[in-house]
């Protein structure tokens, strides 16, 4: 078996309808698989404690789950990457919380993702989306990780598709694979602006008239509406993480 991780990543309103049957679906399927859960705070307001001593008690019956919890609203870019960081394996599949996964008799999604892991080495989606996609670290390190300066919810994944290619020269490809399904929930946490749907206004704005600009000719488009330049530099973010995963044995 290839081996891998799952990141999720949730927030209050998305515990019992969504992240309880997700969470439930996938160890009836995989019972020892790593899930590492990334947990938002609000915008506004304060943590709920009644939703995180559920979360816990829930969690803690499930093996090899692993959850962080944030007090406060992070970027989803930052619950990516600080997820991804964190599993154990080098390959990791990163699935939103609003997923259903099917159970087919003859084989299931895993068994087909799984076969699909050994088959394609690099980063992947699946089905067209990046509710549910495939990274690895050592991807993640080379492209410089999601820009955590999307502050909010939106443009992290056209922003690493435009850098993936850059760094590679190559377009991050999608992979249909059955059993999975997305229910594409617009619940959303009421207290940022919104944009485009339920997604941030300033993540919108910072993409479109800060780190990008449109042109003509050359540039790329990527998931962009038009083809774009970057203008604004990248720093790079976790800067030793690369020299952790070198020497890591040695400790």
Known sequence: ???YSIVITTFDQRFEPFLVPLISSIKALRPQ????VMVNGPAKGSFNGTYRSKLLEFLAGQANCYPTLFP???ALAKLWNRGALTATNHRILILND?????FIESSNFFDHLESELGNQPHAFRINGSFSHFVASKEELIKVGFFDERLLGIGEEDGDFVWRYHETYGREIPSINIPGIGNIQSKVADEG???????YSKFNRDFIKTQKYQEVLIGGFKGMFDKRSKKRLSDEKQYPYEDFYLDNIHKL
């Open 33 to 36: 698989i790593e899930i590492i």
């Open 98 to 102: 609003d997923l259903a996964i099917n």
């Open 72 to 74: 406060n609203f992070q």
């Open 1 to 3: 078996m290839n081996l």
């Open 192 to 198: 940022f602006t919104k944009g485009i749907g339920h």
